[in-house]
């Protein structure tokens, strides 16, 4: 019996995200801004992909405050994660990044961290 292929939602995103991949490479100048949403939390991190290492990160857990101007729920907790993000760059002096949206549509909360992190002065 042949199986039919069915590939779930998260399968099609992975294959979308080594598309995008192949294209977006972070160096030590200009990091790659990752992005990886789950149901309850977002997380992000600025990863130089020469030296394989993560430069910073922040994820929704560590947002004090729950409100943002013009978003509510989790798309509020995504502005404030791309501020943070911003805030923890600019002590590196990091300004200029790529975008690795992660196989996701630039829509909702991955649009509402990129718009935060811009909002915190990093350049994409």
Do not use: W
Request: proline share 2%; net charge positive.
């Amino acid at each position: 019996m042949k199986r039919l292929f069915n590939p779930t939602k998260n399968k099609l995103r992975q294959a979308r995200h080594s598309r995008v991949r192949a294209d977006v490479k972070g160096t030590a100048q200009t990091p790659r801004l990752s992005v990886f949403r789950s149901l309850k939390k977002i997380s992000a991190q600025l990863i130089d992909d020469d030296k394989g290492q993560t430069l910073c990160a922040a994820d929704g857990s560590q947002i004090k405050e729950k409100k943002a101007e013009g978003y509510g729920g989790k798309a509020a907790q995504s502005f404030l994660t791309g501020k943070l993000l911003a805030e923890k760059a600019q002590k590196k002096n990091i300004v200029k990044i790529v975008f690795d949206r992660g196989g996701y549509k630039y829509h909702g909360r991955v649009k509402a961290l990129a718009e935060g992190a811009r909002a915190g002065g990093l350049q994409f």
